[in-house]
């Protein structure tokens, strides 16, 4: 979806966590959120607060991330994880004006280096990014399951509200 949307014209930032899951692989750590789930998260909350603070500096209407801020206490709260106000702070300073919410498929679930996850797994976590995003005061817009074309659209049409 974030590449389609940048074919489309908009200004976006890919996901953070594939590229610091893949610096520490080659550090010779596969999941580093499953050892070290603290220090992944801060490693994604930098990443993020600098992709928002990048952001600002972008002179265009719409800026489209990947993942935000508050999807990083969401996937902490899934695994039971403890954590700093930190991140609760975070979730409050940065904000974006819209969400949009891509549910599991298991159609096109698929499974990487980077993105280990069953679709169970996926839905479970899903719940929770929901959540977290309510929690944050967000109304997160559900994209339906169709064509990348179709969703795209969708996306667009809620961007010209």
């Not at 603070?53 to 801020?69: K, L, P, S, T, W």
């Not at 997160?140 to 399951?145: G, L, N, R």
Request: glycine share 4%.
């Amino acid at each position: 979806m974030i590449n389609a949307l940048a074919q489309s014209g908009y200004k976006t930032f890919d996901e953070i966590s594939r590229q610091v899951i893949k610096e520490a692989q080659q550090d010779g750590i596969e999941q580093l959120f499953l050892t070290e789930p603290l220090l992944f998260s801060q490693k994604l909350l930098e990443g993020r607060i600098a992709q928002y603070n990048a952001a600002a500096e972008i002179n265009d209407a719409f800026v489209i991330y990947d993942r935000g801020i508050p999807d990083i206490p969401a996937y902490m709260d899934y695994a039971g994880q403890k954590y700093t106000s930190v991140f609760t702070e975070a979730c409050e300073k940065y904000v974006y004006d819209r969400v949009f919410a891509l549910s599991p498929w298991e159609a096109i679930h698929e499974v990487d280096n980077e993105r280990y996850e069953d679709f169970e797994t996926a839905t479970r976590l899903h719940d929770f990014l929901i959540k977290t995003y309510h929690q944050y005061g967000y109304m997160p817009i559900e994209v339906p399951q169709c064509s990348i074309e179709k969703r795209v659209d969708f996306i667009e049409k809620y961007l010209k509200r």
